[in-house]
């Protein structure tokens, strides 16, 4: 037997974690509040079986009116696993498409609406706080632009979902919200697929969630009874042996069927695992593509092989990686280096609506250096790299690159964190960016978009291992976009995040180069990747990712 397992088998881990015990998972006495108020989702699928009459009998309701699109508004684990039910499950015929808006670049939030009817598009908004500054403003704005279609009437084609007695619901009573939806406070957004969360959105747009939810239970014997073939058991042993060992990046297969799962297990691991200097990286790939030959770092997981359809995936992963934190020795219920982020990104906000500069980790507006005439920021080593005799000038992009990616080792990864609209031209060349990256150090690349990874893969890269090299991307949208009611827009709002998340990244010592590529109408995305690969002409394929 796997002496990982047997470990967890000696501790009675299934039988502790099933009854809720406080002491499993709190490593002392100021862990054991936020552990007690973390373990709802372990009964939350029975619970919403006995409790699905009402939402059988609006989502009825809501296919007899026709909607034609069913729009959903947040961030982070409140949306995620709709995406797996829009992809990945059978819907009925009839139902409104579900679409997910969980980007406040402008440029995304004005294509996300130009492709909506809004007079056939019912909105949800989804923040589990109820105070998620990106959620909150994607309602105001859509909000005030469904005002103008319908006044006064606007609030009976929105819907919140929300943790009861936040600012949200009040806010969404006094609009006169068509449903307010509240879910159990001790369910986290990692986990609320059981929730309202997970089941409205799916309801809305045609899943059938009581057989999701059947099938959820009809798994629970296998899963939560002890023994050594236990899949759960295995898997969390498995992640904790490879972060243990050195394996650190954990590949993820996905059929094609499943990649929208990626996402949702990529915040699972990366949140829950991720601090104290510990975690282990996921890494999305498709089955049968990836490198030639396996680093040795790269710990390979078949999704398929380890439960088969979504369905059964969300209870095993969830049992998985509190296996995996036991073994780890890490609560995987705190998130303590997501607010470093958020804090520098309101200071920014804050000054922005009184009309005054910020410095943030004593940074101001003012760029460290300018790279081929960009822009740039960085770390203070990086800077002594780049101008060993002198305090700042200009660097090429060549050089620029050399320097910061030059300080990769073995076993470190890089991070491609772009703040940019997620549309298919902007992800081609930035994934193409991280690309020529893994070429040039030979080591793991990953793109991610903020302000989403914020709520995501934000806290590995601030509390896990130190071993990531970052360069963020800041793309300028075509053109503002005003919020209502606020002194800044969204493309502040976009910038402050931007900023705000440097910032925490320097205060948590990581190796990271930012690029604010200015002026919109500038083809900036070529001139990157020409400096990574200046052999091939990128023009036509990049333009400013736009067009």
């Known amino acids: ?265 990529f915040q699972m691991v990366a949140e829950a695992l991720g601090k104290n200097g510990r975690g282990l990286l996921p890494v999305l790939r498709d089955v049968g593509i990836g490198k030639p030959e396996r680093a040795a770092d790269e710990l390979p997981v078949d999704i398929e092989a380890v439960r088969g359809e979504a369905a059964g995936q969300f209870m095993l992963w969830e049992i998985a990686v509190c296996a995996a934190a036991f073994l780890m020795g890490v609560n995987p219920f705190g998130e303590p280096d997501v607010e470093s982020a958020k804090a520098a990104a309101r200071d920014i906000l804050e000054a922005a609506g009184r009309k005054k500069p910020v410095k943030t980790a004593g940074r101001g507006p003012k760029p460290d250096f300018y790279a081929s005439g960009i822009p740039a920021f960085c770390d203070a080593d990086l800077k002594k790299i780049l101008f060993p005799e002198r305090p700042t000038g200009y660097r090429a992009l060549s050089e620029t690159f050399d320097g910061h990616l030059g300080r990769g080792r073995p076993g470190d990864y890089c991070a491609v964190l772009a703040y940019a609209p997620p549309d298919e031209k902007s992800s081609a060349a930035l994934s193409a960016l991280a690309g020529l990256i893994a070429k040039k150090t030979g080591l793991e690349a990953i793109l991610d978009f903020g302000p989403a990874y914020l709520h995501s893969g934000g806290q590995f890269y601030k509390g896990g291992k130190n071993c990531g090299l970052f360069v963020e991307i800041v793309l300028p949208p075509r053109a503002p976009l005003p919020l209502p009611r606020r002194r800044y827009g969204f493309e502040t709002l976009c910038r402050a995040q931007a900023e705000g998340d440097f910032a925490a990244l320097l205060l948590a010592g990581r190796r990271v180069l930012r690029l604010d590529l200015g002026n919109p109408g500038a083809n900036h995305m070529a001139a990157l990747l020409n400096a990574l690969y200046p052999q091939k002409t990128w023009k036509e394929k990049t333009t400013q990712c736009r067009n």
């Open 1 to 265: 037997m796997d002496a990982s397992v047997a470990s967890l088998l000696d501790s009675r881990f299934l039988e502790r974690l099933r009854r809720k015990d406080v002491s499993l998972l709190a490593k002392n006495p100021q862990e054991e509040d936020l552990v007690r108020g973390s373990l709802g989702w372990i009964t939350a699928p029975a619970a919403s079986a006995a409790g699905l009459g009402p939402l059988r009998s609006f989502a009825e309701e809501f296919k007899a009116e026709g909607w034609k699109s069913l729009a959903v508004l947040g961030m982070g684990g409140s949306i995620l696993s709709c995406r797996v039910f829009r992809d990945c499950f059978a819907k009925a015929e009839g139902f409104a498409r579900l679409e997910i808006l969980d980007s406040i670049h402008p440029d995304a939030v004005r294509d996300f609406e130009a492709a909506l009817d809004l007079r056939k598009t019912f909105f949800i908004v989804a923040s589990k706080s109820g105070s998620t500054v990106e959620s909150n403003c994607l309602m105001d704005y859509f909000y005030a632009h469904v005002d103008r279609l319908f006044p006064g009437k606007a609030g009976r084609r929105f819907a919140a979902i929300t943790d009861p007695g936040t600012s949200l619901e009040k806010k969404a009573r006094r609009l006169g919200f068509r449903r307010v939806f509240t879910t159990p406070p001790d369910i986290g957004g990692r986990y609320s697929v059981w929730t309202a969360f997970g089941l409205v959105p799916a309801a809305l747009s045609g899943v059938d969630v009581e057989a999701f939810l059947r099938g959820a239970l009809s798994q629970e014997n296998k899963l939560w009874t002890p023994g050594a073939d236990n899949p759960a058991l295995k898997l969390g042993a498995l992640l904790a042996r490879g972060e243990l060992s050195g394996k650190d990046k954990l590949v993820l297969e996905l059929p094609p069927r499943l990649r929208s799962l990626g996402p949702w297990i």
